[in-house]
C-alpha cells in the first residue's frame, strides 16, 4: 500500500477532481501562490490560476457564503477554514435555505498543530452539526481523506 | 475613480404602465395580508414593505431572467417581478401545499433556483456574501449577468456586509447592493446604529461608488441601478445604492410601532411613491382614468384570485412531513 500524508491525500483528491470537473473550485485564506497555511494547495495554483484556486480576504463567513451563492449555480466550492478555531465565524452562512448545494468545508483536525498551546487545535467536530442538516467527515487515515474530499 | 455619471433612460408608455401596474400589485398584495394576518388566516409572520414599493420595482425592472436577486424578508415584490405567480406566492403565506417550499416555510425563506431568486435567512445581511458567491460565478463564466442584493440600513451594520462588499470591490464583482433605509432597525432608528448619514458612504472603503437617493422615486431608482447594471455587466465591477425611504407599517403586523411619531409617519405618507407617479403619468398623458381603473381591475381580480386559490389549496399531508429532509 502506498504510503501517502493526510495533506498529500487532500491534494491529491482535490487536483484529480479539479482536473475532472471544471465546476471545482478551491477558496480561502492564503490558499492561492502560497499554497495554504498548512501546504494542502501547495502547486495547485500554478495549475489551475486565480479564478480556480481563489485567495481570499480574512473572511470566514464571507468564505462560507462565497460557496453556498455558488453553489447554488451549480458549482462545487472547496472552502479552506484555516484552523478548527475559525470555522465557527462561519456559522451563520451555513443556515443558508439554498436548498441542496453542495459545499465541502475543509478544516484542519484537532491536533494538527501539536505544540502544547490553547489556540488553533482546537476540536470542532461535535459542533459543526448543530448546524442543521450537514455532515461531518473526519477521515481516520490518509487515503481515507482522499475519498472525504467530496463527500456530497 | 471616476464620478458616477447620470444615466440616461428611456422608458416606452407602455412600459412606464407596466412598472404602474407591479407598483398597485405589490402594494395591493402586501395590504391584503395585512388584512389576513388579522384574521388568522395567514400561517406566515407578515412583514410588509408598504411605502417602500418604488424600490421593488425600480429595482428588479431593469433585470434580466439569467440575473439573480437575494431579497429582504420585506420584498415580496420582488418574487412576483422575477417570476413567481401570484398564486404561489399567495399559497407560500398561507403555508399550502401549492407553495413553493410546499407548505415547510411560510415566509420568503425560500428562494427559486431556477427564476434566479435566493430566499432569505433571518441573519440580516448574511444573503450578502451569498449574492458575492452568486456574482463571483458570473465573472468565472465571463457572461454580463448580474446579482441584485438587497439590504436594510441595519443590516449594514453586520460583519457580513463588510466582508462581502470588501470581497466584491476586490474582485470586481457585477453585484449591485441596494439598501433599503427605511429609518428603523426594528425599533432603533438610524441615529442609535451608525454615525454616519448615508451608508452609501460605506461603499467608498471598499473601492466602488456608493449612492444615496430618493427611493420613493420609482424612476429615480430604475435610473440608478439600470446605470449600476450596465457598469456591473461591463465588467467594472459593484455599485451601492442606498435608497431613503420609510416602512408605513410596524416591523411586523404584531409591531404597534410606538417608537415613532404620528407626525413623522404622516410626513413619509406625503411621500408615497405611487400617488407621486401617478401624477408623473397623468402629467404626461400616459395615464388616463380608463387606463388607471384597467389596472386597478387587473389587480384586485389578480390578488382576489390567488387568495381565493391559497384558501383553498391542500394542506401537506402528515405522511410527506419526511419528505425533502436531509436528515
Redesign the interface.
Known amino acids: 500500500m502506498r504510503e501517502v500524508t493526510y495533506l498529500e491525500a487532500i491534494r491529491e483528491a482535490l487536483v484529480e477532481e479539479m482536473r475532472r470537473d471544471p465546476k471545482v473550485f478551491v477558496l480561502g485564506e492564503d490558499v492561492g501562490a502560497y499554497g495554504g497555511a498548512f501546504g494542502v494547495t501547495q502547486g495547485m495554483h500554478d495549475e489551475f490560476g486565480d479564478t480556480r484556486v481563489v485567495d481570499t480576504p480574512i473572511s470566514e463567513s464571507a468564505i462560507v457564503g462565497i460557496s453556498v451563492g455558488a453553489a447554488l449555480r451549480g458549482y462545487r466550492p472547496v472552502a479552506e477554514m484555516q484552523f478548527a478555531d475559525f470555522i465557527s465565524c462561519g456559522f451563520d452562512p451555513t443556515r443558508q435555505p439554498g436548498g441542496d448545494v453542495a459545499v465541502s468545508l475543509r478544516w484542519p483536525r484537532d491536533g494538527a498543530d501539536c505544540r502544547p498551546r490553547t489556540e488553533r487545535r482546537e476540536c470542532r467536530r461535535r459542533v459543526v452539526p448543530l448546524a442543521e442538516s450537514r455532515s461531518v467527515v473526519r477521515p481516520p487515515a490518509g487515503l481515507e481523506s482522499r475519498r472525504a474530499v467530496n463527500p456530497l | 475613480m471616476p464620478p458616477l455619471k447620470r444615466t440616461k433612460f428611456k422608458l416606452a408608455p407602455e412600459q412606464l404602465l407596466e412598472m404602474f401596474y407591479w407598483l398597485k400589485l405589490i402594494r395591493a398584495f402586501d395590504e391584503r395580508l395585512s388584512v389576513l394576518v388579522k384574521q388568522g388566516k395567514v400561517r406566515s409572520g407578515v412583514y410588509t414593505g408598504i411605502g417602500q414599493e418604488a424600490i421593488v420595482v425600480g429595482t428588479c425592472y431593469g433585470l434580466r431572467k439569467e440575473d439573480f436577486i437575494c431579497p429582504l424578508h420585506r420584498d415580496l415584490g420582488t418574487f412576483l417581478m422575477k417570476g413567481v405567480d401570484a398564486r404561489a406566492m399567495m399559497s407560500q403565506m398561507f403555508a399550502k401545499e401549492t407553495g413553493l417550499s410546499k407548505g415547510r416555510?411560510s415566509a420568503l425563506?425560500?428562494?427559486v433556483?431556477e427564476l434566479g431568486i435566493?430566499?432569505n435567512?433571518s441573519?440580516l445581511g448574511?444573503?450578502?456574501?451569498?449574492?458575492?458567491?452568486?456574482?463571483?460565478?458570473f465573472?468565472?463564466e465571463k457572461v454580463d449577468h448580474v446579482v441584485i442584493a438587497y439590504f436594510g440600513e441595519g443590516a449594514s451594520n453586520v460583519?457580513?456586509f463588510h466582508?462581502?462588499l470588501?470581497?466584491a470591490g476586490?474582485q470586481q464583482l457585477p453585484v449591485i447592493f441596494i439598501c433599503e433605509n427605511n429609518q428603523y432597525a426594528y425599533s432603533v432608528p438610524i441615529e442609535k446604529s451608525m454615525a454616519i448619514d448615508d451608508v452609501a458612504d460605506r461603499a467608498h472603503g471598499y473601492g466602488f461608488d456608493g449612492v444615496a437617493i430618493n427611493g420613493n422615486d420609482v424612476l429615480a431608482v430604475y435610473q440608478s441601478t439600470v446605470g449600476a447594471i450596465a457598469r456591473a455587466r461591463a465588467g467594472d465591477g459593484p455599485t451601492l445604492i442606498e435608497c431613503k425611504t420609510y416602512r408605513w407599517h410596524g416591523h411586523s403586523e404584531h409591531d404597534k410601532a410606538f417608537y415613532r411619531s404620528d407626525e413623522e409617519l404622516a410626513m413619509w405618507k406625503s411621500r408615497d411613491p405611487i400617488p407621486t407617479f401617478t401624477t408623473y403619468l397623468r402629467t404626461r398623458h400616459v395615464l388616463d382614468d380608463a387606463k388607471q381603473k384597467e389596472v386597478e381591475d387587473k389587480v384586485k381580480a389578480t390578488i382576489d384570485d390567488a387568495v381565493e386559490f391559497a384558501m383553498n389549496a391542500p394542506d401537506p399531508t402528515p405522511d410527506e412531513a419526511t419528505t425533502d429532509l436531509?436528515?
Open positions: 416555510d425563506h425560500s428562494g433556483t435566493f430566499g435567512t441573519m448574511a444573503n450578502l456574501p451569498v449574492a458575492t458567491g452568486l456574482a463571483l460565478t465573472k468565472m460583519g457580513d466582508e462581502a470588501n470581497f476586490v436531509y436528515a
